[in-house]
Nanobody, 125 residues
């Protein structure tokens, strides 16, 4: 059974940092692509960042380039999203997802097969 469990969300002031983790099980992590998505109230779920675990390829949305860093740990079957210089507009529920097929690395939600339950990130004073 594929399982993805996010952790690390919370409340942080603008300019602060958070580190989200996605613990994965039930599939071959080394062959997968992990994506981080977010959904703010009243908005569609959008791709934030993704990583191809096998070759290290990465994608970042323009809105987070230079502030967020995605990484994967094969030994721990964990993907991490380090978020720095957070802004109020980063407030959302953050989800990790896994793509198990042979498609290229993608920010499109339809290309991902399984999803975690989400973790809330709130950036506010």
């Amino acid at each position: 059974e594929v399982q993805l469990v996010e952790s690390g969300g919370g409340l942080v002031q603008p300019g602060g940092s958070l580190r989200l983790s996605c613990s994965a099980s039930g599939f071959t992590f080394d062959d997968s692509k992990i994506g981080w998505f977010r959904q703010a109230p009243g908005k569609e779920r959008e791709g934030v960042s993704s990583i191809s675990i096998s070759d290290g390829g990465k994608f970042y949305a323009d809105s987070v380039k230079g502030r967020f860093t995605i990484s994967g740990d094969n030994a721990k079957n964990t993907a991490t999203l380090q978020m720095n210089s957070l802004k109020p507009e980063d407030t959302a529920v953050y989800y990790c997802a896994v793509a198990l097929g042979i498609l290229p690395l993608s920010p499109r939600r339809d290309d991902y097969d399984y999803w975690g339950q989400g973790t809330q990130v709130t950036v506010s004073t």
